[in-house]
């Protein structure tokens, strides 16, 4: 099976040019590069960024099983972000699908560069232990859509209207 090659991957517009201040104040983003989110400023508990961990467990060989829990919350910061713009009754325009698309590229494309910066390929069993390591290149299948049909929804649209 052919892949697409290297650009397609790519993301169209930056999350930043795409939904601007409310991006770049996000949780969302601030899980990524360590910018605090407006909300999350001052507050105790508050979660160090994706690359702080990884820079901090690459220098100390330090544990990095706090890494898993943080990419966790990260993709679910990326529902919560995109879901205030996505909303089940939204009408979606082809810059909307562009920039919620987008985003979501942004996003594993950045997985994908920390995966490669800090060596995370070979480590499954530091980040998950022993008994449990994922399957390997399953992380594009991580990303799923804002809202799934279900199969037999879309096999029967019969079902799909009663919906």
Do not use: C
Request: overall charge positive; glycine content about 6%.
């Amino acid at each position: 099976m052919q892949l697409p090659d290297w650009a397609q991957w790519l993301p169209r517009v930056h999350p930043k040019d795409a939904w601007g201040p409310a991006f770049a104040q996000s949780e969302f983003a601030a899980l990524y590069d360590g910018e605090p989110a407006a909300e999350s400023k001052g507050k105790p508990g508050t979660k160090p960024p994706l690359r702080t961990l990884l820079t901090t467990a690459q220098a100390t060989d330090h544990n990095v099983r706090p890494v898993v829990t943080t990419f966790s919350q990260w993709s679910q910061a990326r529902r919560a972000f995109l879901g205030r713009f996505a909303k089940a009754k939204t009408a979606w325009s082809p810059e909307l699908a562009n920039k919620v698309y987008s985003t979501q590229l942004w996003q594993l494309v950045k997985t994908w560069e920390m995966t490669q910066e800090f060596g995370l390929e070979g480590r499954g069993r530091d980040l998950f232990g022993p008994a449990r390591i994922p399957a390997p290149g399953a992380t594009p299948f991580l990303r799923r859509p804002l809202r799934r049909q279900h199969r037999s929804r879309m096999a029967r649209p019969e079902l799909a209207a009663a919906r």
